[in-house]
């Protein structure tokens, strides 16, 4: 099979190399786009405007090639579906967009990955920059779109859902929007709502989700039958990880039928524990809310005798709440995230430590994330093994166990008075709607997201990579978790501000196999001092 190339921008491009097992890699000269695309499709006119290749996960096979710059592409509908007619984008029409300087992203538009480089440094992986198309390949009368929404709340699903409906309505002329009620399993046992700009025009002010949430129900045969019977063709889905892994899923298997359904993903989690993107919405309105809490717990222990004030944050897998809500506050004293163990007895403990501090101000306060802790507690609890309906680990409730620990040490060993307070507002800092700069930030998601899917791309997650809108295959959204790393300077500014122990100097009599694993953690990543 011939697999070289002439593309009229670069001229003949050197022959590609023998393909690789799994996906074959086109080499440009230099600065070009090198991507990967099934062998199936070899036929390419000119692959910077034809969309027929298979793109997978493009890697660069020949250092001597030179600056690595890689495209991770995301799916076409012409990809399965070759011969699918495309249209002018009515937006060329549109009084908003008329004197904009460049209207439609160029096919060429790429995000970098990776913004602090050194001059030799190799590119790197880019995304599709996320926004309007020249061409689209629905026209406004034939698209059907659906909207779910999935997982835990967050502040800003409501703008989401508003501005989707909108996007559509207002720049494509889209007028069948359906709303499926109570996430995945929605699809097939509920009715569906219809959307129109009236009905959603308010909720925006408003938290939790108009189409109603749940965990587990994920059946993908009986969500794409419903789909493919209800003649959907655009499924908007909004939702965090587990939510995405099922758009995955939901996108895979409407390809094996070939259908023409664009699946677009919209990341959602107050943990902001999705990879790849700059930070999940509503993750600024929740820390901003956290101030609240924070804030009264500092007053309630400054305002007694050796006060000690305990705040439980959000954050199953991953601290980000806790950690931003923490440097934002400048009024806690220790911050404990699922990331970094901790332990109590002992020298460097915390014990010692809240002893310090309140024999220095007279109170302390301390901010903890719900997952913290949870092997520490399993060792001294009877551990749960309990999961979710959609597979996650139920949490041990490391707040109550901290102030009962906490309160016992001090009160019964060392026989010294204390106020403990502990306020608990992870609920209240979800279900509030979200605030000005985060109804700006899911505005330009939904927007982002409806481009994406007119212009007939499908299989991706949209969301900002270093500022910048892009389109990411859902596939690499889902692989790995974002969590805090212990070895960044974000959690080195913390600890700094803090000035709270590393709890990484512990021997086994006090918990050791917890800090133990720390230890081999950061040995592994070769840090040579803590
Ligand atoms: N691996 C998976 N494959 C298919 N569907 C999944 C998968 N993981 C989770 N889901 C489905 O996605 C939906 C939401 O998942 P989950 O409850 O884990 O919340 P989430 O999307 O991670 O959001 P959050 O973390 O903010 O609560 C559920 O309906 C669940 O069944
Ligand atoms: O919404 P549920 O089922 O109470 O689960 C709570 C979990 O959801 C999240 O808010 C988001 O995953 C976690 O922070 C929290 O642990
Ligand atoms: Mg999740």
Redo the contacts with the bound molecule.
């Keep these: 099979m011939d697999l070289s190339i002439s593309s009229p921008l670069c001229g003949p491009s050197p022959a590609a190399p023998a393909p690789a097992p799994t996906s074959t890699l086109i080499l440009y000269p230099k600065s070009q786009i090198f991507r990967s695309f099934n062998p199936r499709n070899s036929y390419l006119s000119n692959p910077l405007l034809s969309r027929r290749y298979f793109p997978i996960r493009a890697q660069v096979s020949d250092p001597a090639v030179d600056d690595g710059f890689v495209i991770d592409d995301v799916p076409h509908l012409t990809t399965f579906l070759p011969d699918l007619p495309s249209y002018p984008n009515p937006l060329q029409n549109s009084q908003a967009y008329a004197i904009v300087k460049q209207t439609f992203v160029r096919p060429e538009d790429v995000v970098a990955q990776k913004i602090v480089v050194q001059r030799d440094s190799s590119r790197g992986k880019h995304f599709l920059r996320a926004g309007p198309r020249e061409k689209v390949y629905f026209t406004s009368e034939e698209v059907r779109a659906c909207i779910v929404t ?3 709340l ?1 502040p800003g699903i409501n703008t989401v859902i508003r501005e989707i409906v909108c996007g559509l309505n207002y720049m494509y002329g889209v007028n069948d929007i359906l709303g499926i009620q109570g ?2 399993r929605g699809f097939y046992s509920k009715n569906t709502l219809t959307l129109t700009p009236k009905v959603v025009n308010d909720i925006h002010k408003r938290g939790g989700t108009f189409l109603l949430t ?5 059946d993908t045969q009986k969500i794409v039958d419903n789909i493919q019977d209800r003649g959907i063709n655009q499924v908007y889905i909004i ?5 995405q ?2 758009a995955a ?1 939901i996108f895979e298997e409407v390809e094996k039928r070939g259908l023409k359904v664009a699946v677009a993903g919209i990341p ?4 902001n524990d999705i990879a790849v993107i700059d930070k999940s919405f509503g993750f600024d309105t929740a820390v901003e809310e956290a101030q609240r809490a924070i804030n009264a717990a500092h007053v309630e222990v400054e305002s007694v005798e050796n006060g000690i004030g305990i705040v439980k944050l959000m954050g199953r897998y991953s601290g980000f709440i806790a950690m931003f809500a923490t440097l934002a506050s400048r009024d806690v004293d220790c911050c404990l995230i699922p990331e970094s163990p901790f332990y109590l007895e002992g020298k460097g403990g915390l014990f010692e430590f809240i002893e310090e501090r309140l024999k220095e101000n007279g109170h302390i306060v301390i901010v903890v994330a719900e997952g913290a802790g949870q092997e520490y507690l399993a060792q001294s609890m009877q551990g749960i093994d309990e999961k ?1 309906a ?3 680990r139920l949490l041990l409730d490391v707040g109550l166990w901290l102030t009962q620990n906490i309160k016992d040490h001090f009160t019964k060993e060392r026989k010294m008075a204390i106020n403990m307070k502990y306020i608990d507002p992870t609920y209240m800092i979800r279900a509030i709607p979200s605030n000005a700069s985060d109804n700006i930030y899911c505005t330009l998601l939904a927007q982002s997201a409806v481009h994406g899917a007119m212009a007939g791309y499908t299989g991706f997650t949209v969301g900002p990579v270093n500022s910048r809108h892009a389109y990411i295959p859902i596939s690499h959204v889902t692989e790995t978790q974002n969590t805090v790393k212990l070895t960044d300077r974000m959690w080195a500014r913390l600890l700094a501000s803090t000035n709270q122990p590393s709890f990484l100097n512990c021997d086994e009599s006090r918990g050791g196999k917890v800090c133990k694993d720390t230890i081999d953690l950061i040995n592994n990543m070769k840090i040579t001092s803590i």
């Design positions: 999935c997982g835990g967050c996430g995945y749940s965990r587990g129900g994920h939702g965090g990880d587990g939510t892994r099922g899923r959602k989690t107050i943990d979710d959609s597979g996650n």
